[in-house]
């Protein structure tokens, strides 16, 4: 969902329910981003949740294409990626990862050769676009160091004028909700400026919708938006946000782009019906996940 509709100069996008999903959206931000602020380790469910419920999603709509995806691996790491990569960070979330894999070729083998490589590929691509992705929002809210405490009065005013100094704490909180408002500002701004003045088509081989016009004005849009997160809520440099909300614009548009890929490739215009107005979790998750690990490096490299 990166922007507005330009198919024969300008239209509206009647796709959405916008009187339904717009609600539904704010209370799905605002929900997590609480869950990761007071509970950190109940937002670990939420992320778990999101990992099952869009692998359910994709091995519903494979299946109709008859490639198989295997219960087991996928579920499993769907549990333990997340969980791994919160407790034990990179490392450990590469060693579930692998194992994942490893899963896979070993169930494979016993159902014979016969599209194994197909298969197997099919596995690995969900393992890789679900599991993986959504655990670097785990990653994200990972306290290390000093930032353990969560004993913070998060209801006291110095904490919400400068969270950072009234609890180091919750600096993953933060990082998750700054995550999440670039996310949903690059979505919103791409829309809303596509709808107003939207007339050159961004990819029409692949979402005839999506204009030019909105692809940059989300690019402005978040990078006054990131600089403005960045140095108020994080304390980084100005220039820094501005980076952060640009990259997070730019991958928002190129993950909504290869979700659209995906369900093309399937013969599906949703992933499934689960949330009214939006469709299924993987049409929310299509620019968040690979923005979740474009920030999480932003941050560990950068930051």
Known sequence: MTDGDAAAGRAVNKGRDFTTAVPIGIA???????????????????????SLL?????????AAQERHL????????????PVAAFIYGLPGLMIAFA????M????????GETAFVRDV??????????????????????????QVSLDGNPLSWHTIIDPLSADPGRHGALRLIVLLLLNVGADTSALVVGMAIGRHQLAPLV????????????????????????????????????IVGLVTAAVAAAGDLCESMIKRDLGVKDMSHLIPGHGG?????????????????????ML
């Open 28 to 50: 799905l931000v605002l929900g997590l981003g609480a869950s990761a602020w007071w509970l950190p380790q109940m937002f670990i469910v939420a992320v778990i949740t999101a």
């Open 54 to 62: 869009g692998v359910t999603e994709l091995r519903t709509t494979f």
């Open 70 to 81: 295997m219960r087991v691996p996928l579920y499993a790491c769907s549990i333990l990626m």
């Open 99 to 102: 194992s994942g894999i490893a």
């Open 104 to 111: 896979v070729f070993a169930i494979r083998m016993f159902r």
């Open 121 to 146: 590929s099919a596995n690995i691509f969900v393992l890789s676009y679900v599991p993986l992705l959504v655990s670097f929002i785990a990653m994200l809210i990972r306290p290390t160091g000093s």
């Open 207 to 242: 979402s005839p919708k999506k204009t030019w016009e909105g692809f940059i004005g989300s690019l402005v849009f978040n990078a006054i938006f990131g600089a403005f997160l960045l140095s108020n809520l994080l304390h980084h440099t100005w220039w820094h946000g501005v």
């Open 281 to 301: 979790i993987m049409d929310r998750l299509d620019s968040l996940l690979p923005n979740a690990f474009a920030v999480w490096v932003m941050f560990a490299v």
